[in-house]
DNA sequence: GTGGTCTAGACCACA
DNA sequence: GTGGTCTAGACCACT
């Protein structure tokens, strides 16, 4: 209840920035695994209703954070780059506090629960069979990841993860929800991604719970299983964070 | 669950349009009221640190949506128009649909009734005496109104209940949750300013409940009372909605 | 012929600035007479569409050309000058030369005959009765200077002619051209008022007989005498010019 | 011969109306074709002694009018469209009645007669070639026409005329008779340009009987052919608008 | 190198 | 002291 500033400064953003931020939701969101190709320049400035130079501009500043990298000539193009925990994220590290993981925490909390308890109620069986599918495949990269410790095994885990909890949140068919689920997952990614280095043992656990609660049209309990999952989640990067 | 265009184009936002969205957003959360005047067009360049020029151009636009009047020489400046439901928008009517109506609600159903649960936690005693004293402004509004009925009357009743959501979700102390209360209620702003005309009779009927479940920190009961609340306003909408 | 420069900069003009052409063109055309005031500051501010400031700053200049004179107070206002050839008309003295005093009497043989021409045949019973009224008047005039010499009568007697000349074109219906001929007539005066210091004998020789020939309709005549007129007083002027 | 109103309100005028204006003409007056590039938006700003924003403003009225196209980008710039006859010129149609073209008409005849008189007087040999050269083209201009009808050599041949009307004004030397044929001829465009479609078969007759006269320095001669083909013209055009 | 936009500052007309 | 307009220069995106 601030009492009056009531205008905040506005704040210009450069084409680039913006393909900057579509790039990295879209990487941070694994629609492209490292080691793939990116579309090339021209295609990109095409979706992106951009200029080529734009996305140029832009390459090179995912290029700086070493999230891609750029090879010209024939063959050439922008590969994505695993995640790598050396490079300091480029310039500021992130800098994540307790805090900062908890109001993250509570707003998924708020939001995923949400939308997890409409799903329920709207999902159709289409919904549930890509659902179910996902999980499989996150089975495996579990199974693999034990016989044979990743890194890029983990990203790969973390990307199917995210592709799980955003389907769930579509089936709720809400544009806005949709988005703000979006939003908090995009948000939390760069905090986590700097202190998630291995695959929680708890990672899966609810999920095929929350899958079944939704199939079963039972609001409720997915809201509630949905909770505990993420309080689980909360607690695990907590404890990590305070001990990194 | 879209299989694949994962790349949206992107828009270029040009700096007016960024201080139309910024002085909107102020005139809804009802920040000024019909007859104020905003600050000159120097101070507001000065605040959002934009030149004059920009300023203007958004002016403009507002100007154009009648909500501004814009008046020169000493004593002049932008005057806080009344909502003036005879212009049909000025160009586009936003046409709001049931099922528009529905997401807007379940959406706020999400946020508030979890922001709210967080407030129960740590509200402090300055915010409850802040959102009491509002309470009881709005008390003195829908008096006031019963006896001398005024769409100026029901509109300062929409800005005060306005600020007592925004209140209520501040108290939440997560900029994130806050951000997105004040998305949902400003996306909400529009389509039910087209519906609202009179003070609905259980406007204010659940608010001092919910406040006292605040005070006492049962997050849980004030989270139900606000899913009660917002349900109520839902269905009282609807039903306008559908006789409009 | 020129080749190309294709494009003319741009001049912005004053508010101020028209109001000091507009009250010159008035003062010029002898709609008021030495002595008379004008409207008052408000009224003029009213007439003239500008704010009272933008008439002080033309009066301003008017009185710095001493064309006015300015007094405040009960029973002040603006009073009109008679053109005092003493005062090297404030600034740059107009300095014309008999080339372009050619170029005007050029321009106004073409126009005022084809004025004239016109006028015969559309002139209305009306017309005929004001410019015959006009012309008594300035046969007043020059019987009385030939008595009286003062340069308020050669004063007025200017002005009188200027209306009748304009009261001629303004018998063709046409507003271009009467346009044009208001345009050359003001352009002319300054260049006259800087060399016209007596009555030219001749001056009102000729204009009944152009009256006669507009009377009857007779276009080809009242041209031809028209040019005989302005002719004549090209003459003239242009002798005193040349003995300047 | 109104009594009374003496004072006209001034009207401000914008800078960028001026370069409408200007622009305006100068595309009226045939100095570029369909399909030209003006100058660069910078140019143009240096020529008109404006700001590009100034500039800036002129033009996108001249886009909204359908009389340039703008693009950018190296080889983007301000492009002359070919006058469309299909919009409803934009917003305004120009609506000219038998009256008004009659009115414009009047006073072609006045001041294009005086004009051709004294280039008749003053034309140069320079003079002379221009326009022969000038004629030469259109007649070119009307052959093709002959052979393969098309709008833009109909309005090639417009330019071509209108440059060579100028340029006879231009012979008589005298800087205020030509503003004003420029003037009368730039009234004319809109209402012509509203009706004027194919080549009238009379377009060029009179041209180079009347470049004779003024060859051979007979004003007379010269003044009564340009009366006969401007009356030739406005009969033309009359019966046409009539017929529309 | 084009147009598109914003900025900072100035001057003006207005009340 | 308000809004209205223009200016000069900068930076950007586009082609």
Do not use: K
Request: glycine share 6%; with cysteine; hydrophobic share 40%.
């Amino acid at each position: 209840m601030t009492p009056s500033p009531h205008l905040e400064p506005v704040r210009q953003i450069a084409a680039h920035e913006l393909v900057v931020d579509e790039l990295r939701r879209s990487l941070d969101q694994g629609q492209f695994r490292p080691g793939d190709r990116l579309p090339s320049e021209r295609e990109l400035a095409d979706i992106l209703h951009v200029s080529r130079t734009t996305v140029r501009s832009a390459v090179a500043v995912l290029e700086a954070e070493h999230r891609l990298s750029v090879r010209r000539g024939r063959g050439g193009g922008f590969t994505v780059l695993a995640p790598a925990h050396d490079h300091p994220a480029s310039e500021q590290q992130a800098e994540v506090g307790l805090r900062d993981l908890r109001d993250l925490f509570d707003l998924r909390l708020v939001v995923e629960t949400g939308a997890v308890q409409l799903a329920a109620a709207r999902r159709t069986t289409d919904d549930l069979t890509d659902l179910a599918n996902l999980l499989g495949r996150m089975q495996q990269v579990i199974r693999e990841e034990r016989r044979r410790p990743s890194t890029a095994l983990v990203y790969e885990f973390q990307a199917l993860d995210n592709r799980f909890h955003l389907g769930l949140a579509r089936c709720s068919r809400n544009a806005h929800l949709i988005a703000q689920v979006e939003a908090v997952r995009g948000a939390m990614w760069g905090p986590v991604g700097s202190v998630f280095r291995d695959l929680e043992p708890n990672a899966n656990d609810l999920h095929s719970d929350i899958l079944a609660a939704v199939r079963g049209g039972d609001g409720e309990n997915a809201s509630a299983l949905m909770a505990e999952h993420i309080d689980s989640t909360h607690r695990t990067l907590a404890s990590w964070l305070a001990n990194s």
